[in-house]
């Protein structure tokens, strides 16, 4: 089991940056794919990035790729999205996903509660 727990959102201005973490807890981290999505208000929930168990394999979504760097500390267990030169249309609800049972179809089995990211313009 892991229990992903995000943190790090809040309040910023377009073209700001902001890194959003998050904790997890349970013995597998450093074996498990992990990645992040968002969702807008009125929206689906839509991948944002991925990064293997190792952190040597990245992907990103077009929405997001030359602004968006994804990490991963495995001795720490914490996962990063660092956003820079942020936009209104990334306002959403960030969510940590953990343990890829598709890496291809961006599929995973644990979730966190999600943090909210609000870009004023």
């Known amino acids: 089991q892991l229990h992903p727990v995000e943190s790090g959102g809040g309040l910023v201005q377009a073209g700001n940056s902001l890194t959003l973490s998050c904790a997890i807890s349970?013995?597998?981290?450093?074996?498990?794919?992990m990645a992040w999505f968002r969702q807008a208000p009125g929206k689906e929930r839509e991948f944002v990035a991925q990064i293997s168990h190792s952190g040597d394999i990245t992907e990103y979504a077009d929405s997001v790729k030359g602004r968006a760097t994804i990490s991963r500390d495995n001795a720490k267990n914490i996962l990063f999205l660092q956003m820079n030169g942020l936009k209104p249309e990334d306002t959403a609800v960030y969510f940590c996903?953990?343990?890829?049972?598709?890496?291809?179809?961006?599929?995973?089995?644990?979730w966190g509660q999600g943090t909210q990211v609000t870009v004023s313009s």
């Open positions: 349970g013995r597998t981290f450093s074996t498990a794919a």
């Open positions: 996903a953990a343990y890829a049972t598709s890496w291809q179809n961006r599929k995973y089995s644990y």
